[in-house]
């Protein structure tokens, strides 16, 4: 692969990395799920969780609380092309969420999750995200996501 489509794909992959965090963020989780290829899969092992295929992608992720507010942060992105049609990458992840949200500023608190890559998770102990991406008919999309969260808790709800 040239040097200028390995940009390119490193490029759009880190879209979907992007993507995948800000439509839940900005109220529009469903809508996730057309980051994925048709068959694509988002999984967490730990928490018993493999939903596969778009329309249950768009179900899984739409299903979640009106009332919650998050702001996830992606890091360290790094995106390896494996071919000119594949790449896989590996990122960090936080998450700060709360349910019951009615509006106004919520008083800060820790984050809800914490990761970064599987292969360091011993060492390092953070929450990992693994991605497979897949380049069908011209466009990059997600072929498989898997969430590593050594580092959870509930999603805490506000008081009024």
Known sequence: MDRL??????????????????????????????????????????GGRRVEGREALR???GSRPADRLSRRLMSNVLVTPTSPDTATATSYFTTYRVDGYDGGMVPAGPPTQIGLPHSRLRSSGGTPIDD???????????????????????TPRLTS
């Open 5 to 46: 489509r390995r940009l390119l794909a490193e490029h759009a992959c880190e879209r979907l990395i992007v993507g995948f965090v800000h439509r839940p963020d900005l109220g529009e989780p469903a809508s996730v799920a057309e980051l994925f290829t048709a068959d694509g899969s988002w999984e967490w092992p730990a």
């Open 132 to 154: 497979t991406f897949r380049r069908a008919e011209g466009t990059w999309l997600l072929a498989s996501r898997t969430l590593f969260l050594p580092f959870g808790g509930e």
């Open 59 to 61: 179900q899984y992720f």
